[in-house]
């Protein structure tokens, strides 16, 4: 399967090795394209402490494994893997993990970005951010 949902904290390097080793086949990739996204403890002018992630469970694993697939249609790929967090999250936790393989370096890179892009502008999470004075539900995420 292409996607994780995590409910615990994860190393994405650990995460990115074990998938290749068990899932890739050694010498058909020269090229893998990864992107982490890590909780800032900023966000809107404010200071942020904490965040929770909630999914819908099936649909969420569902979008991200159709995104996955959208990816291999669109570019030569060998094979994706996305890796995303819910919960309660702390600065400097990872929060995402996108993984491309291919055979060239074009295809990975632009392949990763859309994965991510993607997952931004649709994929089914909803964040709440724990402020010093409170919390607050985001309505839209920042810009690329």
């Not at 697939?69 to 967090?85: F, M, N, P, S, T």
């Amino acid at each position: 399967m292409p996607s994780e949902i995590h409910s615990a904290p994860f190393d994405p390097w650990q995460a990115t090795q074990q998938y290749q080793k068990s899932q890739l086949e050694p010498g058909k990739y020269g090229a893998t394209a990864s992107f982490v996204g890590t909780m800032r403890d900023f966000n809107q002018g404010d200071n942020v402490t904490s965040m929770t992630l909630e999914h819908y469970p099936g649909m969420t694993e569902s979008y991200l494994d159709k995104i996955c697939e959208e990816a291999k249609q669109r570019w030569d790929l060998i094979d994706c893997l996305i890796i995303h967090r819910v919960g309660e999250i702390h600065p400097d936790d990872p929060i995402v993990l996108t993984v491309v393989w291919s055979a060239h370096r074009k295809e990975a890179f632009e392949a990763c970005r859309y994965l991510m892009e993607e997952l931004k502008s649709r994929a089914p999470f909803w964040k709440k951010e724990g402020l010093e004075e409170g919390h607050r539900w985001v309505d839209k995420n920042t810009p690329g």
